[in-house]
């Protein structure tokens, strides 16, 4: 393909763009197809000779779009959201066609600095105190292995590394049973083990960590010659909404001297909101890590994630690895890869300045209120179904229900919901039993959107019963 012609499709797809998203109300929100049916759409071999870009992009319509799960659709109510707003995908245009690798300051500055720069201005935006820097990474899974790596070596002083875990002793790390998969898998991946993740009970209203359980179960380790070495908290897990009590887990932490990470992947959008504060983040100054994704509900495109530090030196004292081929010399300058596991790093802070720049940080908090606000409305729609219960109250955009019938039913109703296709939910679990999500955060939707959900599980109930 020559420039010429890369100008002639750029133009096509950007065209294709405009069309595919004003025309989503009218495609099923999850993907129709079986398993199997791109598979069989596919050429079973690569091509010995080049084809034309026509026939390639026909192929793509023809074959990959039905398998499509649209996750910029405005009736998108399952999962968490992954928004990518019209300015952040300019940026990521602008990232693709520079296409630039930029591990170290010296290989793109403007990035490093971009990022130093952004970082920041979503500090502000979350009312985190000046002493906090941080690194954008690729998910908040790699965040949180990154603060998890820091854990295990702060506790053993900074041995692991160089040593192995062999002979160390048993390093355990503390969070509720409400944490992601991604703590977990962490944990794992450290050398912790799951058995040595303790998961805690939660309280009611909030699921919060139970702080006295906490404090029993530090104690008791110790007690048995184990080394405590972390506390994870969250603010909006994603079964319920979870928030734990970031003051009274942090006055543990300094109390024992641990490590301390808050993974607020989702809802720590939100928290640009000052009136959600108090509610959910009181305390959250003084956390050594925190994790939000600006790729869920703020609407910076997949993949970015920014974890702040509040000194970022014991991550550096873990990751930082320089070899000759990576030594720099001149004035000191931030190479970030030393603050994560990867090496190679996208320019992923210039779709953060497009969006914050393009609809300003008023603009972002309306969307969110919205949201929080028309979650809140469906929910009590929900409430007055024959029959429906609200198993969990709205935390900000998210809450629970189930409706009439035992488990099975659950499953068979969020099942035919997503076959019918107009709309898009999942299931979750808590306290045992199978319970409806629904959540509201998609960057296009509408107070319509939202309460045509309801009439959508109205009428798909209605034809299951
Ligand atoms: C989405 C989510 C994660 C995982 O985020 P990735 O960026 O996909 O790794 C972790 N924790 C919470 C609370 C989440 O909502």
Redesign the pocket.
């Known amino acids: 393909m020559d420039w010429d012609e890369f100008e002639e499709w750029g133009r096509y797809v950007s065209r294709w763009a405009a069309d595919y998203h004003k025309s989503l109300r009218d495609l099923p929100v999850r993907a129709q197809t079986r398993p199997g049916d791109t598979i069989r759409g596919l050429a079973a071999a690569p091509p010995s000779q080049g084809q034309p870009m026509d026939a390639i992009i026909d192929d793509f319509e023809r074959v990959v779009m039905p398998g499509m799960t649209h996750w910029q659709h405005p009736r998108f109510f399952a999962y968490?959201p992954a928004n990518a707003t019209p300015p952040s995908m300019i940026a990521e245009m602008l990232v693709t066609t520079i296409a630039a690798q930029c591990m170290l300051w010296q290989t793109s500055p403007a990035a490093t600095e971009m990022e130093t720069v952004m970082v920041d201005w979503l500090r502000q935006a979350l009312a985190l105190p000046e002493e906090y820097t941080g690194v954008i990474q690729d998910?908040?899974?790699?965040a949180?292995l990154s603060a998890v790596l820091t854990m295990r070596e702060r506790a053993i002083d900074y041995t692991g590394n160089r040593d192995g875990l062999n002979g160390k002793g048993t390093l355990r790390i503390y969070c509720s049973e409400q944490v992601?998969s991604?703590i977990d898998r962490a944990a794992w991946i450290a050398g912790i083990g799951q058995e040595n993740l303790v998961k805690l009970p939660t309280r009611s209203p909030r699921h919060e960590l139970d702080v006295d359980a906490l404090r029993a179960a530090i104690r008791g380790d110790r007690a048995a010659g184990h080394i405590p070495a972390g506390i994870i908290t969250?603010t909006?897990?994603?079964g319920v909404g979870a928030s734990d009590d970031l003051a009274a887990v942090l006055d543990v932490a300094r109390t024992e001297d641990l490590y301390t990470h808050l993974?607020a992947?989702?809802a720590g959008a939100a928290m640009i909101c000052e009136e959600f504060r108090e509610e959910f983040w009181a305390g959250v100054a003084g956390y050594d890590s925190i994790v939000i994704?600006p790729?869920?509900w703020l609407g910076a495109q997949f993949d970015c994630?920014v974890q702040f530090l509040r000194d970022p030196q014991p991550q550096l004292n873990t990751l930082k690895i320089e070899p000759e081929y990576l030594k720099t010399t001149g004035a000191a300058v931030t190479n970030y890869s030393e603050w994560t596991i990867p090496l190679g790093r996208r320019f992923r802070a210039l779709k953060l300045w497009f969006l914050i720049r393009s609809y300003g940080l008023e603009g972002l908090k309306a969307r969110l209120r919205n949201h929080v606000r028309w979650a809140n409305e469906i929910c009590d729609v929900l409430r007055a179904m024959d029959g429906f219960d609200i198993v969990t109250e709205p935390m900000l955009s998210l809450f629970t229900f189930r409706c009439p019938g035992d488990d099975k039913d659950q499953q068979r109703l969020v099942d035919a919901i997503n076959d019918d296709g107009r709309i898009y939910l999942t299931q979750g679990a808590f306290q045992g039993k199978k319970v409806i999500r629904f959540q509201v955060g998609q960057f296009e939707t509408t107070r319509e959107d939202v309460l045509f959900a309801a009439d959508v599980i109205r009428d798909v109930w209605a034809r299951m019963k």
């Open positions: 968490f998910s908040a899974s790699s949180t992601h991604s969250i909006g897990g994603t993974d992947a989702w994704n790729h869920k994630s």
